[in-house]
């Protein structure tokens, strides 16, 4: 799905303009806009924090907000404070939500985001769809803009199915495999004594069986833990058996 | 609801310890414990860019790992790369979910970072009961450690239910005020001979209404647009209508 775009109104510090470009590189979001930033553009110093980031080559940076919302159709604005307008208030994750289903449904979005100290001009957000406010604390309140941006774009990702990416466990143990691998260590448990006294066998078995099978073994790590248990069995005498439970 | 720890492994930079305490204390994060920091404790430039944060007041250092998780019972380890390891790989918003029952049944949970190029060592990855990886892509893939713990941060946050820290849309209209605003808007309008041809009258005040009534208005802003079409009409001829459907 396309990403919408991130839009940064009249940044100050290149620094902030990197770790924007840099955290959307990684969160799948390709199109930065830059409206009249203040030191120019290119910025030295914006490359050297966005260590790479293909969204540097692509950057965006217009003077006007009109021209920098070129082919959006709609525009959420990210403010920390209430602007007493009536306008939906979203949080990122109930914005980017919104935004996935307008994608689908062939629109646009752009998110803006305010200059470093004086946040979005109130003529920006009352142009707005919506706004975005972050769920901070009321206690302590104060996220710069880099981070405002770094939470929006995790937040378009992480609403993502991006459970592809990720490896499962693999080879994982049949049910047969790990009963032979408790039949196995619960006989050499009896030979060295473990069970003790006799009648409270049965629950101390379970209790070995439970802890174990939470680990969800693979076949191999069967296999290691049965030499394991076979390489303590035949050393037995040698070390001596401390049981904690 | 208690927040997770937060322990950053042998950071570097200051500026990224004061950057964790920032955004930490934004999403009610309180409970930062650092593992053996390379410029030792206390550390001016953290405390310059954490700006305040009440996270910096309690923080807890340490040398070693064992004495950093002091009253935690799992560990969830933030790593960018595979390790190799049969192990659970979360995303942090399944890592924040599974924390949070976690939490809910008495448990306390931390959330282990690795220092800036290193990451975190190996033995630590394997003591710890699940992985986290963030969502990132295969394409760009440079996460700051910073930027990591904002994007936990935030995920914690955005767990919880803080609906009641929004406003909703104060005074909203009733129906009969909007019906008023409508009858008033299209008698104008067919006093301005907008509605031509004459048979597709109904359709257009059905488009009109329905565009209207999905800016739910307020009290104030209907009599706001009863005002302004009363200027409209009143200075009709003084302006040229454009129509645009």
């Given amino acids: 799905m396309q990403s919408p775009a991130f839009i940064l109104h009249q940044p100050q510090m290149g ?3 990197g770790a924007a470009a840099r955290v959307m590189g990684n969160f799948g979001l390709r199109d930065l806009r830059l409206i009249d930033p203040r030191d120019g553009w290119p910025n030295q110093k914006a490359e050297s924090v966005a260590v790479g980031s293909p969204v540097l080559e692509n950057v965006k940076v217009e003077f006007e907000p009109t021209a920098a919302m070129a082919g959006l159709t709609r525009i959420y604005a990210t403010t920390a404070r209430p602007r007493g307008m009536e306008k939906r208030v979203l949080t990122p994750r ?3 939500a919104e935004i996935r289903a307008a994608h689908q449904a062939g629109e646009r979005a752009g998110v803006l ?3 470093e100290k004086s946040g979005l001009p109130n003529e920006l957000v009352a142009d707005a769809d919506a706004i975005i406010t972050l769920p901070v604390d009321r206690e302590f309140w104060s996220l710069n803009l880099a981070q405002t941006v770094a ?3 995790y937040e378009w990702r992480a609403g993502e199915d991006v459970s592809d990416d990720f490896e499962e466990i693999s080879d994982p143990a049949s049910k047969e495999d790990m009963d032979r691998l408790f039949v196995h260590l619960e006989s050499e448990l009896e030979r060295a004594g473990f069970f003790h006294p006799p009648e409270k066998t049965p629950l101390m078995v379970n209790n070995l069986r439970s802890a174990l099978v939470r680990g969800r ?3 191999q790590e069967v296999r290691t833990f049965r030499g ?6 035949l050393g037995r005498g040698k070390a001596r058996i401390v049981r904690d439970d």
């Fill in 151 to 153: 939470c929006c774009a």
């Fill in 113 to 115: 985001f305010g200059a």
């Fill in 217 to 219: 073994f693979t076949e």
């Fill in 15 to 17: 620094e902030n303009i």
């Fill in 94 to 96: 109930q914005a980017m």
């Fill in 228 to 233: 394991a248990i076979k390489a303590l069995a």
